[in-house]
């Protein structure tokens, strides 16, 4: 099983809806969730920090379940500039202390 | 954020030879990593860069093949050695800026070995 699992589309939306991705993390001892955007032939950018009580930008919303190793990033009114792959990341503590492990990526196309 | 620099920010190299990767940053940062995304994947850490002390490498990858310095808290390089074309990556540096748990990519360097 892979440490973070992520749906890699791709998801193919209008502008205007929302959408949603899920991602599952296999190690419980894990202490950072972050969601990535990462454009094509660029470097991955942070889009935010996941933290238990859930927490939101703007458009985008993101949900921590600790219970179920669960992460989710909700995307309202999808614009044009959302088209990027979407990076699932997750933080080691203790002795792994700042190493990230990355989903393989969700691709998110809008579309006129 | 910290400002971050990656040279070269590309190359074509022959195999069997070796290639060393700068990574830059603005300001003093207390942990620095180097990672690699094969294409079409994700990125997978390579290895810890430790000022003043040996990088701490990950599974699957060693110190001959990717050797790494770390000679103060704002500069770091990789070295890609004895290149093949399996090697053929983005090589991506980023800091771990003091006081958050969060991490800031360089440009990366996209090699390729013929």
């Known amino acids: 099983r892979k440490e973070v699992e992520q749906d890699p589309g791709p998801f193919n939306v209008p502008e205007g809806a929302t959408v949603a991705f899920n991602c599952t993390y296999s190690?419980?001892?894990?202490?950072?969730f972050f969601w990535y955007r990462q454009d094509c032939r660029k470097e991955p950018k942070l889009l935010m920090s996941?933290?238990?009580s859930g927490n939101e930008d703007g458009r985008f919303t993101a949900q921590l379940n600790r219970a179920s190793q669960y992460i989710s990033l909700l995307i309202r009114d999808s614009k044009l500039s959302d088209s990027a792959t979407y990076l699932c990341?997750?933080?080691?503590?203790?002795?792994?202390?700042?190493?990230?492990?990355f989903g393989q990526g969700t691709i998110l196309t809008v579309h006129p | 954020s910290a400002v971050i620099s990656q040279k070269p920010s590309r190359d074509i190299c022959q195999r069997g030879t070796s290639l060393t990767i700068q990574c830059q940053v603005d300001?003093?940062?207390?942990?620095m990593f180097w990672y690699r995304q094969q294409p079409g994947q994700s990125l997978t850490l390579i290895a810890t860069?430790?000022?003043?002390?040996?990088?701490?490498?990950e599974s699957g990858f060693v110190i001959d093949k990717f050797p790494i310095s770390r000679p103060n808290l704002t500069f770091s390089t990789l070295t890609v050695s004895n290149m093949s074309p399996e090697d053929s990556s983005i090589y991506l540096c980023?800091?771990?800026?003091?006081?958050?748990?969060?991490?800031?990519f360089g440009p990366g360097t996209r090699l390729t070995v013929l």
């Open positions: 980023s800091v771990e800026t003091q006081g958050t748990d969060t991490q800031y």
């Open positions: 190690n419980s001892a894990s202490q950072s």
């Open positions: 996941v933290y238990s």
């Open positions: 990341v997750v933080g080691s503590g203790g002795t792994s202390y700042g190493k990230l492990t």
């Open positions: 300001s003093q940062v207390t942990m």
């Open positions: 860069a430790n000022q003043g002390s040996e990088a701490t490498y």
